[in-house]
């Protein structure tokens, strides 16, 4: 990669190094939201015969879950709209291309962050 990692590149660093796909919601504290990550690909419409069609475009997506703990928030409350993070036009896991466009496509990266933290970047 050419030059430091972006701001972005690093929090999903930090965050995945801590994260693990077993985190289950019930033991979430107050205090904490679960953070689900998810890498889209758009694919350019192209001819078939089309040999230089235009690149794809990734998508990174973040959605927050409040902890059960919130009785009082219903279950249609205790979810965040998707919130886009970064767009990268591009084949992805080039030399120029954000670190996340090498994450799996439509995979869940989950961790946990905390709640205050959270709610100011919403």
């Keep these: ?3 430091p ?3 972005l590149d ?3 660093k930090i965050n995945l190094a801590q994260s693990t796909q077993n985190l289950r919601l019930a033991e979430l504290s107050r205090d904490e939201v679960e953070c689900t990550l998810t890498v889209k690909c758009i694919l350019a419409p192209s001819a078939p015969d089309d040999y230089f069609g235009d690149p794809p475009t990734y998508q990174l ?3 927050l ?3 059960p703990l ?3 928030v219903t279950e249609e409350e205790q979810s965040s709209p998707l919130a886009l993070l970064d767009q ?3 084949f992805g896991g080039g030399m120029r291309d954000p670190e996340w466009t090498e994450l799996d496509v439509d995979t869940p990266y989950i961790f946990r ?3 205050g933290y959270m709610a100011n970047l919403f």
């Design 1 to 3: 990669k050419y030059g």
């Design 5 to 7: 990692p972006s701001p």
């Design 10 to 12: 690093q929090w999903i």
């Design 61 to 63: 997506y973040l959605a």
């Design 65 to 67: 879950r409040l902890s």
């Design 70 to 72: 919130y009785t009082h």
């Design 88 to 90: 990268q036009y591009g």
């Design 113 to 115: 962050q905390d709640r």
